[in-house]
């Protein structure tokens, strides 16, 4: 068994029915459907910076002997845990799979809203997170706003689904 086989079976996994189905070469190799790519690329190796400067700035002050709660512990690792899934998401996505298009679209929409929500709680992380929280919700929105545009839409519509109103994206 290859790599790709071994991919194949968790892209099973995690696509579910949709697992086997991908858009068209000319579609994935469009010039605007890379370059949103890039640009997901790049905003998620930004959140990735960010998670782990999180992570080394709850130790380091725990290392001053300031209490960092569970939930900093928590959050931290949840990010980067996080972070590593939609870079998967984003590469299988960049492979044309519809799938985890369609999964990097929806994380990229909810993580945003409910990392809000969790930092508007009083007390629960200190000020530097919930600074940082913003911040990363700030860059999913940015990517949220690449995977929904127009052309990613029709690039990525679902085979069965109706013609594309967009044209033949040349």
């Known amino acids: 068994m290859n790599g ?18 991908s858009i068209p070469e000319p579609a994935r190799l469009h010039p605007r459907t890379r370059r949103a790519f890039s640009w997901v690329y790049g905003l998620l190796v930004v959140e990735l910076v960010i998670g782990v400067g999180a992570v080394v700035v709850a130790f380091v002050l725990a290392e001053e002997g300031a209490s960092i709660g569970f939930a900093v512990w928590m959050r931290s690792l949840v ?36 990392t809000l929500v969790i930092a508007a709680i009083p007390g629960l992380y200190p000020a530097w997170m919930v600074t940082e929280q913003i911040v990363f919700s700030l860059i999913m929105i940015g990517i949220a706003d690449f995977l929904t545009s127009d052309h ?16 033949d994206l040349r």
């Open 152 to 167: 990613m839409r029709a690039a990525f519509r679902h085979p069965d689904a109706a013609p594309n109103p967009f044209g």
């Open 79 to 114: 990010v980067l845990a996080m972070t590593a899934t939609l870079f998967y998401f984003a590469w299988r996505a960049s492979l044309g799979w519809y799938w985890a298009y369609q999964r990097l679209r929806l994380f990229a929409q909810i993580f945003p809203v409910i």
């Open 4 to 21: 790709e086989d071994l991919l194949r079976r968790l892209d099973r996994v995690a696509g579910g029915r949709h697992a086997s189905v």
